[in-house]
């Protein structure tokens, strides 16, 4: 009796889930910078300076983070996914015109109209046109941030696969990489014609 395709569909795709369950997942290991780089503070609180802090609060005259506490929210919001732990995080740039940035109150955020008055909307989707009562969002969130723990129907699992730990913050290979990206920016507008030619970057 010939197996309906359906039924052979179905243990085809059981066969291949459990293959892709009894594979061995590799560990994830990172470079060791996470609390490596401290303040120059009293409370010697680690600053994150190798680690992506983009989107929140930073202070304006060092650059440096407002609160370390804010990195450790946002990690527990990538490693959550829960749209909850997200809200709760800190988003948005302090208020450059500030000389002194409190650390126990967030200052306010810059708005579209404060950073872009002639083009408020120019940068902002529907949705965010739409929000805060149609006055427009303050800032831009992290875009897909919970991606990474979105489970996939095909292929592998995205925890299921790893790679190399990230150069460290001295290392020579980071510095041959942000020096080959600066070059290539630097070459962006060159034609390949022009390369042997000194010069040509420079008159750009």
Do not use: C
């Not at 059981?14 to 994830?28: I, K, N, S, T």
């Amino acid at each position: 009796m010939m197996i309906p395709r359906r039924s052979q569909a179905r243990q085809i795709r059981e066969d291949a889930a459990e293959f892709a369950y009894l594979r061995e997942h590799p560990p994830h290991i990172n470079n060791g910078e996470e609390f490596r780089y401290r303040r120059d503070d009293n409370n010697n609180t680690p600053s994150h300076i190798a680690n992506f802090t983009k989107g929140l609060p930073h202070e304006p005259n060092t650059g440096l983070l407002l609160n370390s506490a804010d990195y450790r929210a946002f990690v527990l919001s990538i490693q959550s996914g829960n749209t909850t732990d997200f809200a709760r995080t800190p988003l948005g740039p302090a208020d450059p015109n500030l000389t002194v940035v409190p650390r126990t109150l967030y200052v306010a955020l810059i708005t579209p109209q404060t950073a872009t008055p002639n083009s408020v909307n120019a940068w902002q989707s529907a949705i965010a046109q739409g929000a805060e009562g149609g006055n427009g969002a303050n800032v831009r969130a992290w875009e897909s941030a919970g991606a990474g723990l979105t489970f996939d129907l095909e292929g592998f699992d995205a925890q299921a696969l790893t790679m190399p730990p990230a150069p460290t913050l001295d290392s020579p290979e980071l510095a041959a990489e942000i020096s080959e990206v600066y070059l290539q920016a630097l070459l962006r507008d060159v034609h390949f014609s022009q390369f042997r030619d000194p010069s040509a970057a420079w008159r750009k």
